[in-house]
T-cell receptor, first 114, second 115 residues
Framework: GENVEQHPSTLSVQEGDSAVIKCTYS??????FPWYKQELGKRPQLIID?????GEKKDQRIAVTLNKTAKHFSLHITETQPEDSAVYFC?????????????FGTGTRLQVTL | SAVISQKPSRDICQRGTSLTIQCQVD?????MFWYRQQPGQSLTLIAT?????????ESGFVIDKFPISRPNLTFSTLTVSNMSPEDSSIYLC????????????FGPGTRLTVL
């Protein structure tokens, strides 16, 4: 089955700096890669995703890149703000139906300091 | 996106008892899943709740321990049976809609503590 590794486990940046979180996956059949943000005591929220037919996707201050050959994808947050502090999870899945089941990385705790 | 609710939001239970968690969606969805998130950990898929048929369980999870029902396209239940303290976790349902393939949205979770 799929295995997703995520690094780093914790990340501390100063407000305004950039943050990068990296994930690798093992199953070459995986073609959907979402990122979730989970604030303390809250549900995971889908913040951005990328499919295997594109290499990069951007939404305001967040972007995700995908390298299918190397089987890794990354989350980039620019101009970080205190409200970006949370745990971020990457995940991987295949296309639709029961194959949509998500395999999650171990999570990165991001702390944005003033 | 769909509005997803779970009941109960939290519970404290005695070992050996069972608890049934409900997941309700405000619109029909194709897929419903149940995940477990142990304290400070990532999310692990328990099973896929199939409408009108038996759930599909992941390795390490069995029907006798986690029976699941999905009687229609908007509702599912997960039962945690014969509980032990190791079952203390947050249990989350997620849904996928047919018009947003692969995208999963999570319910608020049920925080279970087993004494």
């Amino acid at each position: 089955g799929e295995n997703v590794e995520q690094h780093p486990s914790t990340l501390s940046v100063q407000e305004g700096d950039s943050a990068v979180i990296k994930c690798t996956y093992s199953d070459s059949a995986s073609n959907y890669f979402p990122w979730y943000k989970q604030e303390l005591g809250k549900r995971p929220q889908l913040i951005i995703d990328i499919r295997s037919n594109v290499g990069e996707k951007k939404d305001q201050r967040i972007a995700v890149t995908l390298n299918k050959t190397a089987k890794h994808f990354s989350l980039h947050i620019t101009e970080t703000q205190p409200e970006d502090s949370a745990v971020y999870f990457c995940a991987a899945s295949r296309k639709g139906g029961t194959a949509s089941k998500l395999t999650f990385g171990t999570g990165t705790r991001l702390q944005v300091t003033l | 996106s769909a509005v997803i609710s779970q009941k109960p939001s939290r519970d404290i239970c005695q070992r050996g008892t069972s608890l049934t968690i409900q997941c309700q969606v405000d619109s029909q969805v194709t897929m419903m899943f149940w995940y477990r998130q142990q304290p400070g950990q990532s999310l692990t898929l328990i099973a896929t709740a199939n409408q009108g048929s038996e759930a599909t369980y992941e390795s390490g999870f069995v029907i006798d321990k986690f029976p699941i029902s999905r009687p229609n396209l908007t509702f599912s239940t997960l039962t945690v049976s014969n509980m032990s303290p190791e079952d203390s976790s947050i249990y989350l349902c997620s849904v996928e809609r047919s018009d947003r393939v692969n995208e999963q949205f999570f319910g608020p979770g049920t925080r279970l503590t087993v004494l």
